[in-house]
């Protein structure tokens, strides 16, 4: 499990299973659902924050894969 991520929502610390296995080596950022409507980025993955039960994503502007 991937467990460094700072949820945007409520900035605690949050992990989930799932990583691309070039995740680290492109940039990426965080980014709150509303965002993530209004601009979708390229590629993304959704994380459900422990803390405060919100959904956001990982967003990555090219291929981390």
């Given at each position: 499990?991937?467990?460094?991520?700072?949820?945007?929502?409520?900035?605690?610390?949050?992990?989930?299973?799932?990583?691309?296995?070039?995740?680290?080596?492109a940039?990426?950022?965080?980014?709150?659902?509303?965002?993530?409507?209004?601009?979708?980025?390229?590629?993304?993955?959704?994380v459900?924050?422990?803390?405060?039960?919100?959904?956001?994503?990982?967003?990555?502007?090219r291929?981390?894969?």
């Amino acid at each position: 499990m991937y467990k460094e991520l700072r949820c945007p929502y409520c900035s605690n610390m949050t992990g989930f299973d799932s990583w691309p296995s070039y995740g680290m080596r492109a940039p990426f950022f965080n980014q709150t659902r509303e965002r993530t409507e209004e601009e979708p980025g390229a590629h993304r993955i959704e994380v459900h924050c422990e803390q405060c039960s919100e959904q956001f994503f990982v967003v990555w502007d090219r291929d981390p894969r």
